[in-house]
């Protein structure tokens, strides 16, 4: 592309491919100010019940998504954006992307996904398995015990367990309950990797993802054969086989946009495209994260916890660390609460007394506003309620999808604000778990920075963040945090020569902000919650490591009850996390 042909500032554009919609925020290069922004909410949402169209029924703990909803994300998210901005086309030099994952999808010798292909339109294992499908734990188990066996290296990477949401877990469950499936797959791909494909025709994959979710090392490549004989057999030659592709490392281009995606998305053929990244990833350079004791807290659906530092040890239950991980010469470290922002909206649709829906609607408020209004009149331990946060199970620490949520010390007086509270709280002390699990192994945690969509939505829950840790908050100033950091890394992967960077650390110098409000951690009710949190480090030792397998028979007997014909009444609502437009309405 001849970036000398439109005269006139430059312009990136980041596409965020979140859990329930895509968005795409176009940024001006030379000072990260943010023009336009637009939301695609995924049309098939996340199917978490059914095969949507098809009505094939699915079991517990899976979650799917379709293909295509990503491809209307560029179809209807970067003209618009481009539109309202008022810019030209021909001024944007670079794309950046960034995913949930391990979001991986089974893909033909085209890259074309099997679900599109008539024989597999029925067969929910050729769908897209979102992150949170957590119905490979079985897998994990197995994954974990025999790693642990046969003493394999790579699991002090991964704070010594590896999770049912990662890409070898998923793809042995393909193997095991549908062969076909496994055997027809020519790979199995992340899904940003996919849609990098889509835009440029190249099939590569992006270290990041590689690395953190596939098990994945620069320098081991991925584990050994007999690793994964050792599984099962016929999965000898998964990562061979399944998972080849060129790495792509971060700050180079993957592609160039074709001229058939161009036209799609409103471009000009030829523009670079970034390498895909995870999404709490992106958000890092999104906050200016480039030094040593960084913790960004990346807070939407789940929350993730990225850490920079200069050295690497082992720490429990995190999801992985890699060096140059994000930020070059840096380790990068990864840890996470599977449920967050989804937690609280499971509470606002399937638990809530219908007279606070109709106070709030009163009122001309949310359902989360009402609560969290109420909440805030509380003062800690005010409720007397303890919840473990654990609704779609442990990433952080205890790295256990089998484990469920709990909440003590209710009573008839409880009220629906106060058991909101105690959510809130629970989230909190999760996370304080997980900055102490890095403080014990030697990993310091300096500055806090949140970013997602929580920060912006929910000050009692950034309030309690700060009192429960003890630390400062800073706010990112984007509310599209990773989608700025997807758009900075399509200003590197275009270059200097081109309008943008050549190095993330300059892209994040000039086109990143926080916000001059912070949350400070109030004294008197830090003393409270340190209490508090005595309580909750003792429900959770005692459920998550004292041998009480309550909550893993509960999973077992709901499995065979599903198994036996007794799934979900299909007149029920979908539950939280389910479609974009559902879950945003409350
Ligand atoms: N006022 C609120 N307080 C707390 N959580 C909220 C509020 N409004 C929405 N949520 C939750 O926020 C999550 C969406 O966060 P967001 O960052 O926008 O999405 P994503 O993680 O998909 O990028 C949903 O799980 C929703 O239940
Ligand atoms: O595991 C992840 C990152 O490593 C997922 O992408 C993430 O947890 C889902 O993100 P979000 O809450 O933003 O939808």
Redesign the pocket.
């Known amino acids: 592309m001849n970036m000398d042909k439109e005269a006139g500032p430059r312009y990136v554009i980041g596409i ?1 491919f ?4 895509g968005r795409a925020v176009l940024v001006d290069v030379r000072d990260g100010r943010e023009l336009a922004w637009h939301v695609t909410p995924y049309p098939h949402g996340v199917m978490e019940d059914e095969l949507i169209g098809c009505g094939i029924r699915l079991g517990p703990e899976w979650a799917l998504q379709h293909p295509g909803d990503y491809v209307e994300v560029l179809r209807q998210s970067v003209p618009a954006v481009v539109r309202e901005a008022g810019v030209s086309s021909g001024q944007v030099i670079g794309i950046g992307v960034d995913f949930t994952s391990c979001t991986m999808l089974p893909v033909d010798e085209a890259g074309t996904p099997l679900l599109l292909k008539e024989e597999y339109r029925r067969e929910p294992h050729a769908f897209v398995k979102l992150w949170k499908h957590h119905a490979a734990q079985g897998e994990a188990d197995l994954i974990n015990a025999v790693a642990a066996e046969r003493g394999e290296a790579f699991l002090s990477r991964y704070g010594g367990k590896i999770s049912s949401e990662w890409m070898v877990p998923k793809g042995l469950q393909v193997l095991r309950e549908a062969p076909e499936v496994y055997a027809a797959a020519d790979r199995f791909v992340e899904a940003a990797d996919w849609i990098v494909f889509w835009m440029t025709g190249e099939m590569k994959r992006s270290s990041g993802c590689a690395g953190y979710k596939a098990l994945w090392h620069s320098k081991e490549g991925y584990p050994s054969a007999a690793f994964y004989r050792a599984l099962d057999p016929r999965f000898e030659r998964f990562a061979e086989t399944k998972l080849r592709g060129e790495i792509a490392p971060l700050g180079r281009a993957a592609g160039r946009l074709t001229g058939e995606a161009a036209a799609v998305m409103g471009l000009h053929p030829g523009i670079p495209v970034a390498p895909g990244m995870i ?1 709490a990833h992106a958000a890092v350079p999104g906050v200016g994260a480039t030094k040593p004791g960084q913790m960004v807290l990346s ?4 929350l993730c916890h990225l850490l920079l530092s200069d050295k690497e040890l082992a720490v429990e239950g995190i999801c992985g660390v890699a060096r140059d991980g994000i930020i070059p010469g840096l380790y990068a470290y990864e840890a996470g609460q599977a449920a967050v ?2 937690l ?2 499971w509470y ?1 649709q399937q638990a809530v007394p219908a007279y606070v829906e109709r106070v709030a609607d009163n009122e001309g408020v ?1 359902v ?2 009402w609560l ?1 209004r109420r909440a805030s009149r509380l003062r800690p331990g005010e409720h007397g309620l303890m919840a473990l946060d654990w609704w779609n199970g442990n990433r952080s620490v205890l790295v256990n999808a089998n484990l469920s949520g709990l909440i003590i010390g209710l009573t008839l007086q409880s009220k629906p604000e106060e058991i909101y509270r105690a959510l809130l709280e629970a989230t909190a002390f999760g996370t304080r778990k997980v900055i102490e699990a890095f403080e014990t192994a030697g990993v310091e945690v300096r500055e806090l920075f949140a970013c ?3 920060p912006g ?2 000050r009692l ?1 950034m309030q309690i963040f700060a009192d429960v840790t003890g630390r400062e908050i800073k706010i990112a100033a984007s509310t599209q945090t990773p989608a700025l950091g997807a758009a900075m890394l399509g200003a590197v992967a275009a270059g200097s020569h081109c309008g943008g960077y050549d190095r993330i650390e300059e892209a994040a110098e000039r086109m990143v902000r926080v916000q001059e409000e912070t949350y400070r951690p109030n004294p008197a009710y830090r003393a409270v919650y340190d209490l508090l949190y005595r309580e909750y480090t003792e429900l959770h030792d005692l459920f998550g490591r004292g041998g009480r397998e309550a909550m893993a028979r509960l999973k077992r007997l709901q499995r065979e009850a599903a198994a036996a014909g007794g799934q979900r009444d299909p007149e029920m609502p979908e539950q ?2 389910g479609r974009a437009k559902g ?2 309405r409350r």
Do not use: R, Y
């Open positions: 965020d979140g859990t329930a919609s999404d807070m939407g659906t789940s922002g989804d609280f909206g606002v949310t989360h506003k969290e997602g969509g929580l939505k929910n829950l939280g996390g879950n945003e």
